[in-house]
């Protein structure tokens, strides 16, 4: 399905190129025949001068991607002043994540309640707004006040192009399985209930922690001494996808928050897509109904992932078919062809016909 090779978007922003979200859609556009083309302001606010003064071309279709809200009002701006729709790709909700996810304002608060009408207005000022999971969509219109209509879910995914199912590695009957957490240690993704978990789970099993970040330190000192966990520091993009290929179950997020129960994480999608199997908290926001590739536990419940991964251990002649099943649910839900054709059907929407 083709918009029209003759369309260019412009991205606008101080946007990162290499972040996951922002790869993959711009490859989508790519495909759905779009030209890219990108501005990036010296100064955010200052924005619209400087595409004025840069003699920026008008585009087609102006696009704010991911956790660019500091750009709204320069690109709204600008591109009112050329009758430009705006697609906006946030991600995030700053209010959600300084109130709810950080408690960094309470609720109530006059600090929660001006961020919250700032951001209000700036997700008004886009004509679509795009969210990555159904959960992320019915924040932005029961909180943020974004009518139905101009909200659209678009799934996340992964790099088809590195992320590859492989088969099971055989192993004899007594040699440990292995499950795999890579993060980057934030209380969204609840390491400290893995560790938990891990210190509890009878099975032979060896518990890989990957990756760096504020809680690492604390779940360190929680597993001192502890033989069946183990810590690996961070590791490039590029090798990751053989990373998660070695590993038999791999883990999401345990978090209690409810902007846990909103999101679908990378490595979540990462995972799937490689036909591994994965353990992660009970989440609105996954599509369809129940597979065996993807098992969904309460949410900081150390108890239940023990015996969910003690399970699994017991019965690992079962991993390979959860692994294909895990295959099958990724292709089905968050392929780049279903994310190709969401797309296309919101470019649809925003430009009217």
Known sequence: MSIG?????????????????????????????????????RISRLGHLE????????????????????????????????????????MISSYDKQVFERQKFTEQSASARKLLK???????AADLVLADTAG???FFTETLNMPTAKVR??????????????PMAEKSP??????????????????????EAAKRCPAQVRWTMLGDGPLKEACEAAAAGHPA?????????????????????????????????????????????????????????????????????????PEALAATVADLATNRHELAARGQAAENYYAENFSMDTIRAQLADALTEVLGR
């Open 51 to 90: 595409a004025t003064l840069r003699g920026v071309k008008k585009p087609d279709l102006l696009w704010l991607p991911a956790f660019r809200q500091r750009d709204m009002t320069a690109a709204a701006t600008w591109a009112a002043r050329h009758g430009i729709p705006i697609i906006f790709d946030p």
């Open 174 to 195: 007594d040699a440990p399985l292995e499950v795999l957490f890579f993060g980057s240690f934030i209380g969204l993704q609840g390491p400290e209930i893995i560790i």
């Open 118 to 124: 700032q951001e209000q207005a700036i997700f008004a």
């Open 229 to 301: 966990i183990k810590f690996e520091g961070y590791l490039p993009y590029d090798q990751l996808p053989a990373r998660i290929q070695q590993a038999d179950i791999l883990l999401g997020v345990f978090g209690i928050s409810a902007k846990a129960e909103r999101v679908i994480p990378n490595k979540v999608y990462q995972a799937l897509a490689c036909g591994r199997p994965v353990i992660t908290r009970h989440s609105t926001a996954y599509p369809g109904g129940e597979t065996t590739g993807l098992l969904q536990i309460p949410e900081g419940d």
């Open 5 to 41: 090779a003759a369309r260019t978007v412009l991205w606008w922003g101080r946007f990162d190129p290499d972040y996951s979200r922002n790869r993959i859609l711009r490859q989508a556009l790519v495909r759905l025949g779009w030209e890219l083309q990108d501005f990036r302001p």
């Open 136 to 138: 992320h969509a019915a």
């Open 153 to 166: 879910v678009v799934a996340l995914g992964a790099e088809e192009g590195l992320f590859t199912p492989a």
